[in-house]
């Protein structure tokens, strides 16, 4: 991707709609849209301002009446210069504006692109530049809000400050090997050490948050589980308030897999009513058995849903006992029947009525999810991160041990330097075509 050209998308989401924004980015990209552009000669307005004026095709037709916003670089998104066309929505007008600019010079944006801009002319970070695409796509507030903190460059500022302290102790170790026909030693072995050993804890307990993380910008899968007729789709429909699942005193009568999204204390919830499961008799039978592992396997928390009036049965004890791949939470419903032996007592059918009915359970299940992880200092949500983080926390153990073992002070840098590259590919101080595209192709068009 060169950045010598002018690049144009359109930025806003397709369909009907007030408004619409197409932009463009580069060199050219105030020129490219003055020919277009019949009102203030652009080329000459000065930066950060707006006009009003006709937009014509490339045939000279009028095609819609605009707001340019013109910005100069390197004050702008991409640190290049842009104009921002603000047209009337709709598919048609906003498609010719696009095709306008492509005649008049312009190139249509690759995904990501004038992010990647952004970031090639240093307005942005890697880790800054990823938090774009996490921001766009979140969908609750605890996502929202990891990804404004890394946006504001918070998350960038937590790996800085580890580099720093890396960066202190390669510097230390390097003296000494420059020194080294003259067999001094500069640093303090135990100060090392206590540097390193600060270091991996931070970088251990932000590994330590990943589990939480990737559930904060996923969402939580639960997966409701039972014997036919327990109440799960009732307790499903009493969750996020609406029917989605069909409740029937017929047992197997939720026969789809059904899904529906609800946010609690800023978490999203997915919770999956399992189906299947009830197409057999009991739970006891293979195929049953066989079919709730399957459902539970794609489970970050299973809602195990007992009937209080049968009573909490042997075999539904041992199958919440054997589900190893996530955390169960068990409940006792139709409390209003019979009292609730184990784990928590509800009645889904009275938390129709009150909806505060069921706040010891939502309670229990962010509970359940923020066990997941100690309370980081910031959070990790990115598997790329993830990767990149282990392989430091790896380096500066190799390098603690160097010094424990007083190893040569040249192998010590060697690990210094080996987490320093891979803290350096995480905020993109280090990187390569290949990650860049990896990471920018996923964006929106016009993002
Ligand atoms: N008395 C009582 N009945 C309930 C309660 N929850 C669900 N039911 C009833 O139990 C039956 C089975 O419920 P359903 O949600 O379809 O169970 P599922 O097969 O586990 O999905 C329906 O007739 C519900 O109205 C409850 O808390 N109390
Ligand atoms: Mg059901």
Redesign the pocket.
């Known amino acids: 991707m060169a950045t010598s050209d002018t690049v144009a998308a359109i930025a806003t989401a397709r369909g009907r709609a007030a408004l619409a924004i197409v932009r463009a980015s580069g060199p050219e990209a105030i020129v490219v849209a003055s020919r277009c552009f019949e009102g203030q000669d652009l080329t000459t307005v000065p930066a950060h301002t707006l006009h009003v004026g006709l937009w014509h095709a490339d045939d000279g037709t009028a095609v819609d009446q605009v707001v340019c916003a013109v910005y100069r670089a390197p004050r702008s998104y991409t640190g290049e210069d842009m104009v921002e066309v603000s047209c009337h929505g709709g598919d048609y007008v906003v498609a010719r504006v696009l095709d306008s600019l492509v005649a008049s010079g312009a190139r249509l944006a690759a995904p990501g692109e004038f992010t990647q801009r952004a970031f090639l002319n240093g307005k942005l970070d890697l880790v800054q530049a990823e938090a774009v695409a996490d921001l766009i796509h979140s969908s609750s507030a605890r996502a929202h809000r990891a990804s404004m903190d890394s946006l504001r460059g918070r998350y960038s500022e937590a790996i800085g400050s580890l580099r720093d302290t890396l960066l202190e102790v390669a510097a230390l170790a390097e003296l000494e090997i420059d020194f080294s026909d003259e067999d001094v030693e500069f640093a303090d072995r135990g100060a090392l050490a206590s540097l390193l050993a600060r270091t991996q804890s931070l970088l251990r307990a932000a590994l330590d948050s990943f589990a939480l993380g990737v559930l904060v910008k996923e969402g939580v899968r639960v997966v409701?589980a039972?014997?036919?007729?327990?109440?799960?789709?009732?307790?499903?429909?009493a969750l996020v308030g609406e029917d989605r699942?069909?409740?029937?005193?017929t047992?197997?009568?939720?026969r789809d897999t059904v899904t529906a999204d609800q946010e609690i204390d800023g978490l999203l919830f997915r919770f999956t009513?399992t189906a299947g499961l009830?197409d057999s008799r009991d739970l006891i039978e293979q195929e049953g058995v066989r079919r709730s592992r399957e459902a539970v396997r794609r489970a970050d928390l299973v809602l195990y849903?007992y009937?209080a009036?049968v009573g909490f049965q042997a075999v539904e004890q041992e199958f919440v006992r054997s589900i190893e791949v996530a955390p169960v939470l068990v409940v006792g419903?139709?409390?209003?029947?019979a009292p609730v032996t184990h784990g928590l007592v509800?009645?889904?059918?009275?938390?129709r009525q009150d909806h505060t009915e069921l706040n010891d359970l939502r309670i229990a299940l962010v509970r359940a999810v923020e066990k997941c992880a100690a309370d980081p200092v910031r959070l990790v949500t990115s598997a790329r991160h993830q990767g990149h983080l282990v392989r430091a926390a790896d380096a500066v153990e190799r390098s603690l041990e160097a010094l424990r073992t007083g190893m040569p002070v040249d192998i010590l840098t060697l690990d210094l330097r080996a987490a320093l590259h891979e803290l350096g590919c995480i905020t993109g101080a280090v990187t390569t075509e290949e990650v860049l595209s990896a990471i920018f192709s996923k964006f929106c068009i016009g993002k």
Do not use: E, M, Y
Request: glycine share 8%; net charge negative.
């Open positions: 409701i039972g014997r036919p007729n327990a109440g799960k789709s009732t307790l499903l429909n699942a069909i409740v029937s005193d047992p197997g009568t939720t009513d009830h849903v009937d009036a419903n139709k409390v209003d029947l509800v009645s889904a059918l009275a938390a």
